[in-house]
């Protein structure tokens, strides 16, 4: 065979396995019955309870850049109502505004939150207290909080407003389990026993899951809850 219709097949066959690489990548994203599970489908929007993958943080920070897209992912693990927007004094406020009441079938006092926070705490209770409670012999049937909203500065500090003054962030306190033993964060975080070990994995599952994570490692403004947030640099101590 001459040389020309030797590159010539070469090149046929390179664009035929090219081109049915395409068609597959194609059908898997676009096709309506495509096998890729939810978790592995990046166009697909996130579900709290999917296992995680690759794509779940990208689904999140998705998520909660659009309030109809935070909303329709909290339907996925979460009993909340949703509210009319709250505008506060100056600067203050929240929305999009929720009332949460539970996150997968762990119950709290009904709390007026943003859905990027009542998301995220989803987020943190399905795949991180949920696996972290096994090893307290009993699953979480509650979680107890300091409320969310609060129109105040940062504590030592005059002018800047807190996070909370916007609902950005949750404080968790503690939690109850299903046979009624009740844990609070400010006796069982030191310690090496199971409880302890639960807070901490707590703590490092916490910061998965929200952007800053201030806990009683951070200072003893913090030694009796989790401040959770939302927004913010990343810390997570
Ligand atoms: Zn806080």
Redesign the pocket.
Known sequence: MPKSLRILGRIAVRLTLLGCLLWGGWWLLMAGDSPLPTQWHPLKPLDVAADESWWTGVKLRRAVSSDRACLAALDTGADYVSLPPLEGEGACGIDPRVSLRAVGDVGLSPVETTCAVALRTAMWERHVLRPASQTLGSPIARLHH?SSYNCRPIRGSTSRL???ATAE???VRGVTLADGRRLELVSGWTGDGAEAAFWRAARDGACDWFVTV?GPDYNAL?AD?F???SRGWGLCR
Do not use: E
């Open positions: 300091q807190s996070t909370h962030a949750i404080d201030l913090h809850h401040h959770l947030q």
